[in-house]
């Protein structure tokens, strides 16, 4: 079998969610990184690489059907909700619908447009619309601030919307495909523009296992936007909580030498935690020799930190 036939078979497994092909959502791969060694588990094995007292943080954030048709004029658009303003505007992606031909450019996906401009109108489902104001960055063209009139943000999402998805997905899932075991619905409706997707193969099963071991979770909450960032584009808000009761857990279990992995990259962010560039590096050159797939629907890494080098109060990451 050549590469390319390769890479075209691994790539299948990244079409669909794991359960749709026979298995369960903890049917994917796991590389674990320990410092510079790295070694390959299946996921629902994740339970032996951990031990007692280690301190899970995991994302609690839904994931929003936060995709909806709109027209601009006589233009057909899909408009992205990535995030809320302190100021009630939301930050919006423009998108042009998918043209429909071949796999993975049917209904669902999008294709790449260029905000704008200033004061323009756009129609949405149910008749409300919303008012383009301004670039997120001046020196952006993709995310725009923009009101919405005539309904509220979250009552237009659970009525018209779709998940976010992008052209190597095989076809549009149902939101519920998008939920990880550890969401939780917010009063004010918000949630995830995109799925904390390094949550995505636990299971109940494993979550129990886990729990039984001896690992304690820790709830944290933040609304990831769209995920894919343009070349020489800044970060963007997003709305994150950290509990108390997790803080002082935080805070516990590294005073006591444990160890805290954080369950994605938003948990990350919203703790701040930093892993070694060696180890990344090293990571990521055996990820793509063995064809791991990421994203949402994809295999998973397991950063541990080197307890010959590091001291043992150290954060992971489980992205």
């Known amino acids: ?11 299948e497994g990244l079409r669909v969610p794991a359960e749709q092909r026979g298995a369960g959502r903890d049917d994917v791969r796991l590389l674990v990184s320990r410092g510079a060694e790295v070694s390959h588990h299946a996921f629902r094995d994740l339970a032996g690489q951990l031990r007692a007292g280690d301190v899970l943080v995991v994302n609690t954030s839904r994931t929003l059907p ?19 303003g302190d100021d009630g505007r939301w930050a919006v992606e423009l998108r ?12 669902g996906a999008t294709l790449a447009r260029a905000g704008g401009p200033a004061g323009a109108v756009i129609r949405l489902p149910g008749g409300g619309h919303l008012v383009l104001e301004e670039p997120l960055d001046p020196a952006g063209t993709r995310l725009w601030w923009a009101r919405v009139a005539g309904g509220d943000v ?3 999402l659970a009525r018209h919307g779709r998940p976010i998805r992008y052209a190597y997905t095989e076809r ?3 939101v519920s495909a998008y939920q990880t075991v550890f969401a939780l619905p917010s009063a004010d409706g918000s949630g995830s523009a995109e799925m904390p997707s390094a949550g995505r193969p636990f299971t109940a099963r494993l979550v129990a296992e886990l729990v039984s071991r001896g690992v304690q979770l820790a709830p944290i909450r933040l609304d990831t936007g769209v995920a894919s960032a343009e070349a020489h584009e800044p970060p963007y808000p997003e709305r994150f909580e950290v509990p108390a009761t997790t803080a002082r857990l935080v805070n516990a279990a590294v005073a006591g030498g444990g160890r805290i992995v954080a369950v994605g990259t938003t948990a990350v962010r919203a703790l701040e935690a930093i892993a070694g560039r060696p180890a990344l590096e090293r990571a990521c050159t055996e990820a793509v020799r063995h064809l791991y797939l990421w994203h949402e629907f994809g295999d998973v890494h397991l950063v541990l930190p080197d307890e010959t080098a590091h001291s043992p109060s150290c954060a992971s990451n489980l992205r």
Not at 1 to 11: D, F, I, K
Not at 69 to 79: D, F, I, K, S
Request: proline residues 6%; without cysteine; hydrophobic residues 35%.
């Open 154 to 156: 979250a009552g237009l």
């Open 172 to 174: 549009d899932q149902p």
């Open 96 to 107: 042009t619908p998918g043209r429909g031909s071949g796999t993975g450019r049917r209904k």
């Open 1 to 11: 079998m050549t590469g390319a036939a390769v890479g075209r078979t691994a790539l």
């Open 66 to 84: 936060a995709a909806v048709e709109g027209r601009l004029g006589g233009e057909r658009l899909v408009v992205h909700f990535p995030t809320r």
